[in-house]
């Protein structure tokens, strides 16, 4: 079964930086893309950030050149390090395969961005 655990999640002020990081399980890691994706309180879960399984990386045009999507397949973890950070980036951070093929989903890690 998959399990993905999130963590590094915080507060922190507008302009600062953050990594998060998520440890993936019961997937073939190395073959899979993966992403990063949020959910702010009252809006639907969106796609922040995709790796594939050869480096090529996608962004969602509201943090191109402000986050860096990464991982290490070594340690079955992915990474997403997060510059210049907005009010706007306040949500709750996850992470699955992209494409998303599992119901299950870890319970994400806070990210919170005072102005």
């Known amino acids: 079964q998959e399990q993905f655990v999130e963590s590094g999640g915080g507060l922190v002020q507008a302009g600062g930086s953050l990594r998060v990081s998520c440890v993936a399980s019961?997937?073939?890691?190395?073959?899979?893309?993966m992403g990063w994706y949020r959910q702010a309180p009252g809006k639907q879960r969106d796609v922040v950030a995709i790796?594939?399984?050869?480096?090529?990386?996608n962004y969602a045009d509201s943090v191109k050149g402000r986050f860096t999507i990464s991982r290490d397949n070594a340690k079955n973890t992915v990474y997403l390090q997060m510059n210049n950070l907005k009010p706007e980036d306040t949500a709750v951070y996850y992470c699955?395969?992209?494409?998303?093929?599992?119901?299950?989903w870890g319970q994400g890690t806070q990210v919170t961005v005072s102005s």
């Open positions: 019961g997937i073939t890691f190395s073959s899979n893309g």
């Open positions: 790796i594939g399984s050869m480096g090529t990386r």
């Open positions: 699955n395969t992209a494409p998303v093929y599992s119901t299950h």
